[in-house]
């Protein structure tokens, strides 16, 4: 079981971006799914989470107004759309995944990570 973020590149600033984080192994409908990014020289960060009933219970204020998140439970994947990039959304982009809705709000431990999608948004 795993899952694993594609979709990454360059964008320009302006742009939009599309990530996708595909599950295979398990039906990934019954899974919270959160999207992090590290930036280079900076501490991780949580970019958003969305419940196993598709709530998105949070949002980074940074993203906020610009992110769209879907899943597509046929292809067993989540996405993450970002539109009015900026270099500042320049990161490594991971997602994870959880049983549980409680990773939403850290009362339990992500139970998968994928190996990050880099995204470096430049003219």
């Known amino acids: 079981v795993q899952v694993a973020e594609s979709g990454g590149g360059l964008v320009q600033p302006g742009g939009s971006l599309r990530l996708s984080c595909s599950a295979s192994g398990f039906t990934f409908s019954n899974y919270a799914v959160s999207w992090y990014r590290r930036a280079p020289g900076k501490e991780r960060e949580r970019v958003s989470c969305?419940?196993?009933?598709?709530?998105?219970?949070y949002l980074d204020d940074s993203v906020k107004g610009r992110v769209t998140i879907s899943r597509d439970n046929a292809k067993n994947t989540i996405y993450l759309q970002m539109d009015r990039v900026t270099p500042e959304d320049t990161a490594v982009y991971s997602c994870?995944?959880?049983?549980?809705?409680?990773?939403?709000?850290?009362?339990?431990?992500?139970?998968?990570w994928g190996p990050g999608t880099q995204v470096t948004v430049s003219s």
């Open positions: 969305t419940t196993y009933d598709d709530e998105i219970t």
């Open positions: 994870a995944a959880g049983r549980s809705n409680r990773v939403c709000d850290g009362r339990e431990q992500w139970d998968m």
